[in-house]
């Protein structure tokens, strides 16, 4: 099942200068240090970022990785760089930051769900329920 994610934003730490703007030219990030997500987990949302750089005329200075979304958090929220993530709920939570929309139209990210028939557990049908209920096309 594909699953389109939600718009990209910037986070920024709260002091950040570019924080001031309503939206961010993906080219106003060329001098600014990136924190993402490990590239071994990442690695398709790492395809996407280094497109919006590259075609801002960039490439990423990535100076540090985390293993997961709360981490990336964090290491913007400490002031070790900025991100592009998609804008959920996650993001928002956590009033050390902001997030910007991007100027720039972009390809959406899109994630695939895949699970095997055979698997019954609670787990798996609830997420199943969940995807479905969420993200279904009419």
Known sequence: MPVQSDPLVVLLPRAHPLSMRAVIPVSALKDTPFVTGSVDRWVVF??????????????????????????IIGLVACGMG???????????????IVTRPIMEAHDPVITHAVWRRDMQDKASLLMRAYLHAAFATP
């Open 46 to 71: 790492h395809r996407h970022l280094n497109r919006l750089c590259r075609q801002a005329g960039f490439e990423p200075n990535v100076v540090q990785t985390g293993p997961d979304t709360l981490s």
């Open 82 to 96: 900025v991100t592009i993530q998609a804008d959920n709920a996650q993001v928002r939570a956590d009033l050390r």
